[in-house]
T-cell receptor, first 115, second 113 residues
């Protein structure tokens, strides 16, 4: 398996633009997670899905952030409009079962820079 | 609310040294603890997963221990090599439902040759 795939790997955009980050989880995994990593706050959970259904989005910072999972093999995280403080590395992760039972596998991340 | 702390934030050692990285958590009612490695500009790689019923897990030169009662885990690296240089993070399930992870901020290890 190719592991968790994220695209793009790097994104540079201007404030106010819409940004869409993409993730393909490992085949067969039924949990998908979006995290954000910054120097100040470390890794923070934004939202997670189970069987394509959003379960907990309490970590989504504002209404400017939205996430979807239209099928088991694809998820998007959208920021509209983007702001400089959104600059961070965004990771997607997946697991076969809930993390209390099994490992979580991470993608390579998308480094977002908002100018 | 579960909190995870890793001390020190950074560590520099000469090649060949054995070393220990520390991770502490405030709520001892955890199901497991996972150690990750992150190389600069890269994603996280899972190193070891210790279930709450286990006290140790080993993989090659790595050994992770878990003491739930004291809220601590250690990652022992034997005979360190320059290739071990990276940031090491520990994580536990975020709550009793265990549906996501909460991470420490990591220890950045530098091994010099």
């Amino acid at each position: 398996d190719a592991g968790v795939i994220q695209s793009p790997r790097h994104e540079v955009t201007e404030m106010g633009q819409e940004v869409t980050l993409r993730c393909k989880p490992i085949s067969g995994h039924d949990y998908l997670f979006w995290y954000r990593q910054t120097m100040m706050r470390g890794l923070e959970l934004l939202i997670y899905f189970n069987n394509n259904v959003p379960i907990d989005d309490s970590g989504m910072p504002e209404d400017r952030f939205s996430a979807k999972m239209p099928n088991a093999s694809f998820s998007t995280l959208k920021i509209q409009p983007s702001e400089p403080r959104d600059s961070a590395v965004y990771f997607c992760a997946s697991s076969f079962r809930a993390p209390i039972y099994t490992e979580q596998f991470f993608g390579p991340g998308t480094r977002l820079t908002v100018l | 609310k579960q909190e995870v702390t890793q001390i020190p934030a950074a560590l520099s050692v000469p090649e060949g040294e054995n070393l220990v990285l520390n991770c502490s958590f405030t709520d001892s009612a955890i199901y497991n603890l996972q150690w990750f490695r992150q190389d600069p500009g890269k994603g996280l790689t899972s190193l070891l997963l210790i279930q709450s019923s286990q006290r140790e897990q080993t993989s090659g030169r790595l050994n992770a221990s878990l003491d739930k009662s004291s809220g601590r885990s250690t990652l022992y690296i034997a005979a360190s090599q320059p290739g071990d240089s990276a940031t090491y993070l520990c994580a536990v399930p975020i709550n009793q439902a265990g549906t996501a992870l909460i991470f420490g901020k990591g220890t950045t290890l530098s091994v010099s040759s």
